[in-house]
């Protein structure tokens, strides 16, 4: 079972929240990077993912399940890295500026 709690600012902005299960635990970062870092970034727990699959992949146990996994995280890495890469060239990376 997977515990989520999210939370937002007075003005309805995304403010960080928390993940658990068993044998994990994840702090979002809150607030904008102006504020400094202090949680994680979705894409950085898709990473973590990817590389797990990988490794499965990579052993005695690979298979077509975790191939097809592997491809759709490979999206939404994309996916992110392409918004980041956007925002940043918009001058609005790690701000909350819509």
Same mark, same amino acid.
């Given at each position: 079972?997977?515990?989520?709690?999210?939370?937002?600012?007075?003005?309805?902005?995304?403010?960080?929240?928390?993940?658990?299960?068993?044998?994990?635990?994840?702090?979002?970062?809150? &607030?904008?990077?102006?504020? &400094?870092?202090?949680?994680?970034?979705? !894409?950085?727990? /898709?990473?973590?993912?990817?590389?797990? /699959?990988?490794?499965?992949?990579?052993?005695?146990?690979?298979?077509?399940?975790?191939?097809?996994?592997?491809?759709? /995280?490979?999206?939404?890495?994309?996916?992110?890295?392409?918004? !980041?890469?956007?925002?940043?060239?918009?001058?609005? /990376?790690?701000?909350?500026?819509?």
């Amino acid at each position: 079972m997977i515990s989520t709690h999210n939370w937002t600012t007075d003005d309805c902005i995304p403010d960080g929240g928390t993940a658990y299960g068993e044998g994990f635990c994840i702090s979002w970062q809150r &607030g904008s990077l102006e504020k &400094g870092r202090n949680g994680a970034f979705l !894409i950085e727990v /898709l990473e973590a993912c990817k590389s797990q /699959l990988m490794f499965y992949q990579n052993s005695k146990f690979p298979c077509e399940e975790n191939q097809i996994a592997l491809q759709h /995280l490979e999206k939404c890495i994309a996916a992110l890295e392409s918004r !980041i890469a956007r925002r940043r060239m918009e001058g609005k /990376l790690g701000t909350h500026i819509e």
